[in-house]
T-cell receptor, first 108, second 113 residues
Framework: RKEVEQDPGPFNVPEGATVAFNCTYSNSASQSFFWYRQDCRKEPKLLMSVYSSGNEDGRFTAQLNRASQYISLLIRDSKLSDSATYLCVVGQYNDMRFGAGTRLTVKP | DVKVTQSSRYLVKRTGEKVFLECVQDMDHENMFWYRQDPGLGLRLIYFSYDVKMKEKGDIPEGYSVSREKKERFSLILESASTNQTSMYLC????????????FGEGSRLTVL
């Protein structure tokens, strides 16, 4: 079993749709949780951290469920520019584990 | 802004060649990492370094070595390249105290023929 698992997608949604990604992790000692965004042929960049109480940044909402060991990312009112691969990252300090990524395509 | 620079965006090498991948960061970060990224497998950690001349093995160190002679520079070395090392290589850095955010270079796409 992989340490961090994501649905690879692809998710193809129309503009304006709401889309949600989940990510499960196996190490219950994990302390840090993030979502990264990776555009085609580019490096990953931090989208947002995920906090225990959940957090929101504009159209993006991240949630953490420690009991079930998963994190989620909700994107509301999808834009064409949201098309990318979203990477779930879980771990602690120097031991960060990456999911394989979920590919999202937002279509006009 | 943090800048992590990888020396080569694209390389094509032959089996058995020695390959050097260079990474330089300009934010005085203590920690530097080398990952490889393959379709369906995500990013896998090869080596990391938390200080000059210090290095730690990641999940897949076999076939690789690293060098950190200066704080800003972390090099990945393939002593004898093989076709299964064809991949995208990503360097990253993070500072102390660490928020956990990794700053990545643009990547080096290596093809071994």
């Amino acid at each position: 079993r992989k340490e961090v698992e994501q649905d690879p997608g692809p998710f193809n949604v129309p503009e304006g749709a709401t889309v949600a990604f989940n990510c499960t992790y196996s190490n219950s000692a994990s302390q840090s949780f993030f979502w990264y965004r990776q555009d085609c042929r580019k490096e990953p960049k931090l989208l947002m951290s995920v906090y225990s109480s959940g957090n929101e940044d504009g159209r993006f909402t991240a949630q953490l469920n420690r009991a079930s060991q998963y994190i989620s990312l909700l994107i509301r009112d999808s834009k064409l520019s949201d098309s990318a691969t979203y990477l779930c990252v879980v771990g602690q300090y120097n031991d960060m584990r990456f999911g394989a990524g979920t590919r999202l395509t937002v279509k006009p | 802004d943090v800048k992590v620079t990888q020396s080569s965006r694209y390389l094509v090498k032959r089996t058995g060649e020695k390959v050097f991948l260079e990474c330089v960061q300009d934010m005085d970060h203590e920690n530097m990492f080398w990952y490889r990224q393959d379709p369906g497998l995500g990013l896998r950690l090869i080596y990391f370094s938390y200080d000059v001349k210090m290095k730690e093995k990641g999940d897949i160190p076999e076939g690789y070595s690293v060098s950190r002679e200066k704080k800003e520079r972390f090099s990945l070395i393939l002593e004898s390249a093989s076709t299964n090392q064809t991949s995208m290589y990503l360097c990253a850095s993070t500072g102390l105290p660490s928020s956990g955010e990794l700053f990545f270079g643009e990547g080096s796409r290596l093809t071994v023929l």
